[in-house]
Nanobody, 124 residues
Framework: QVQLVESGGGLVQAGGSLRLSCAAS????????VSWFRQAPGKERESVAG????????YYADSVKGRFTISRDNAKNTVYLQMNRLKPEDTADYYC?????????????????WGQGTQVTVSS
């Protein structure tokens, strides 16, 4: 079992930056691959970025490549999502999810543990 809590969301203007955090408690954090997902009203939940257990492998959705960076600090039991050059279309609820697999997958069905979400709103 692992518990996840997201933080760092807020309201920013287009072109601004936010840093989301996913803090984990319970089982050893390094046992989990972690991904960030987002969902806007009326839209499907989509994969944003993922990172392997050891941090050696990452993936990004095409829509955020070059703007978002996922990282992890296992000593602090935290995964981060640095979001730069934000666009209005980035507006959504952002969730972190954890899986015991060694590498992250883009499929939400693979994840056993989810945080409560944090709201990101980007104004034009």
């Amino acid at each position: 079992q692992v518990q996840l809590v997201e933080s760092g969301g807020g309201l920013v203007q287009a072109g601004g930056s936010l840093r989301l955090s996913c803090a984990a408690s319970g089982r050893t954090f390094s046992s989990y691959a972690v991904s960030w997902f987002r969902q806007a009203p009326g839209k499907e939940r989509e994969s944003v970025a993922g990172i392997s257990r050891n941090g050696g492998l990452t993936y990004y959705a095409d829509s955020v490549k070059g703007r978002f960076t996922i990282s992890r600090d296992n000593a602090k039991n935290t995964v981060y999502l640095q979001m730069n050059r934000l666009k209005p279309e980035d507006t959504a609820d952002y969730y972190c999810a954890a899986d015991t697999a060694p590498v992250a997958t883009r499929s939400a069905k693979a994840y056993d543990y989810w945080g409560q979400g944090t709201q990101v709103t980007v104004s034009s």
